[in-house]
C-alpha cells in the first residue's frame, strides 16, 4: 500500500482525491497549504505528492524545491494553470509530472501510477527492454529486436539515455540541453529538434507516429517504455520555444 499526499487549497478537490486515492487502496494524507504539506511529508514520508501550484502562504513550486532538498518523491503537479512556462517552471523544479484542472481522474491516477512505478526501479538498472529495442547502459548501446544494433552517434546515445534513465517522466527541453550539451546550450531547442528527429528515425517503427519518444510541444519529450499502439500523430512536430525557459 503507497501513500499519498494531497495537497490543494480547494476542499472539494481534496475530498474528491481522497475518496478516489482511498477507494484503490492508497493511505492518503491531506494538506491546505505549502507549510502544511513540507509538514506531512517530513513526518509520514510518503510514496508520492498531488501539487497544486496556486496555494496560500508558499506556493507550490516552492513547495516542490521544498522537497527536493532533501527528498526524492515523485510529485504531480496538479493545476489549473496551463502555460508552457508555468509547466516548464515546475518540472525544471523537480516535479514528475504535470496534469492541467479540469482533470480525468483516469488519468491523473495513470500518472501517478507511472510515477511510483518509476521511483520503485533502479535507475541503474543494466538495461531496459521494450517491444522493439534494448536500452543496454553497461554496453551504451541500443539493440533491435531482431538483434541488429542501432548505430547512434554519442549525443544521440546521451539523448537516448536520459530519457530512458527518466522513463515515464516529462522531461523538458532546458534539463536535456543542460545535460547533454552543459548550461550554455539551455535555450538551443533547434538541437534537440534535430537530434529528436534522428532518434525517431532510427527506434521508431513509425517515426511520424512515435509510440516511445512523445514530446509536449513547448514542453519537452517524455520517454514511453510501454509504447503507444498506433502511436501519437503529429510527435514529431518542431519543439516551440519558450522565452525565459
Known sequence: MSRVLVVDDEPQIRRTLEVNLRARRYDVDLARTGEE??????RHHPDAVILDLGL??????EVVRGLRGWSTVPIVILSVRD????????????????????FGMDELLARLRAAIRRSSISDEAA????EDFVVDFAAHQVTRADGQVVSLTPTEWQLVEVLVRNRDRLVTQRQLLKQVW????ERETNYLR??????RRKLEPNPAQPRYFRTEPGVGVRFVPGGIPGGIPGGIEPLKTTPGT
Do not use: C, H, W
Open 37 to 42: 504539506a513540507l509538514e506531512l511529508a517530513a
Open 56 to 61: 496560500p502562504g508558499i506556493d507550490g513550486i
Open 83 to 102: 502555460r508552457e512556462s508555468d509547466k516548464v517552471a515546475a518540472l525544471d523544479a523537480g516535479a514528475d509530472d504535470y496534469v492541467t484542472k479540469p
Open 127 to 130: 538495461s531496459i527492454a521494450t
Open 182 to 185: 552543459g548550461p550554455q546550450y
Open 194 to 199: 534535430s537530434y529528436m528527429a534522428n532518434i
